[in-house]
């Protein structure tokens, strides 16, 4: 089971053409300075706990990143995992 947060702004949203390049690594809409490091760090995190980050945005509207991670279902199983990382 997946449980997800939506994170909302209320900013000006992305175009379509900015949407397909979100999570492209140092991908920004800014004139200067590094960016499009942000996106990128969440989708890999997401992806490598087995949950996933989707955006929805309308340009003028804002724009809403739905992160969803894998629910933990059982305690034991987690204390197990952890010490097997060690």
Same mark, same amino acid.
């Given at each position: 089971?997946? *449980?997800?947060?939506?994170?909302?702004?209320? @900013?000006? @949203?992305?175009?379509? /053409?900015?949407?397909? *390049?979100? +999570?492209?690594?140092?991908?920004?809409?800014?004139?200067? @300075?590094?960016?499009?490091? &942000?996106?990128?760090?969440?989708?890999?995190?997401? /992806?490598?706990?087995?949950?996933?980050?989707?955006? /929805?945005?309308? +340009?003028? &509207?804002?724009?809403?990143?739905?992160? *969803?991670?894998?629910?933990?279902?059982?305690?034991?199983?987690?204390?197990?995992?952890? *010490?097997?990382?060690?």
């Amino acid at each position: 089971m997946r *449980r997800g947060c939506r994170f909302i702004d209320s @900013g000006i @949203g992305m175009t379509q /053409e900015t949407m397909v *390049r979100a +999570f492209d690594p140092l991908f920004t809409t800014k004139g200067k @300075g590094l960016g499009g490091i &942000s996106l990128p760090m969440v989708k890999r995190f997401a /992806e490598e706990t087995g949950g996933s980050v989707d955006l /929805e945005s309308t +340009f003028g &509207s804002g724009t809403t990143v739905i992160l *969803r991670l894998p629910a933990m279902q059982d305690r034991q199983d987690y204390l197990q995992d952890d *010490r097997s990382v060690r």
